[in-house]
């Protein structure tokens, strides 16, 4: 082979790798997602056949463009696997819910609301609370929660507890 086509494949080579590095940096925030971290979790009971779990969290989105959240869950895994999803209760509700029971503490950060937006490369401290239809044992005695957030346009994004 001669000098000069080693030269020529070889430019070749860089600029490809070149054009394949700047795709892949360009497209990188393009993927929407969130990631996140439960920080704290707290229960109570309401009577003696529900409890309320409060759980804190922190979300962070690395895209370049906002989440919108379309809706918030909270899902119960017990020691076996089977889940129980609770009833997510709205950001009024849960003013009222962390006056009335003492037991869950002081409210540290706003609700996860439907329609919110995440905006890109932010980072955001949320709560949600929710009520489950178990006695108070059961929700001490879990494996874990989840934290299920669904966006807009389909993606869902699920959080454990650790």
């Known amino acids: 082979m001669s000098r000069t086509l080693l030269i020529t494949f070889g430019i070749g080579i860089v600029v490809v790798a070149i054009a394949v590095w700047g795709i892949v940096r360009i497209e990188r925030g393009g993927h929407v997602e969130l990631t996140g971290t439960i920080l704290k979790v707290r229960t109570a009971p309401l009577d003696e056949q529900s409890a309320a779990a409060v759980i804190d969290f922190r979300v962070t989105n690395p895209a370049d463009y906002p989440f919108q959240v379309r809706g918030v ?90």
Do not use: C
């Open 73 to 162: 869950t909270v899902v119960l895994e017990n020691q076996s696997g089977a889940q129980t999803e609770g009833s997510t209760v709205s950001e009024v509700d849960a003013r009222q819910l962390m006056a009335g029971v003492p037991l869950l503490g002081d409210k540290y950060n706003p609700s996860l609301m439907v329609r919110e937006r995440v905006p890109g490369h932010t980072t955001l401290d949320r709560m949600i609370a929710a009520r489950f239809e178990l006695p108070d044992s059961q929700l001490q005695a879990r494996k874990r929660f989840l934290v299920r957030i669904e966006e807009v346009d389909g993606v869902l994004q699920v959080f454990p507890e650790k």
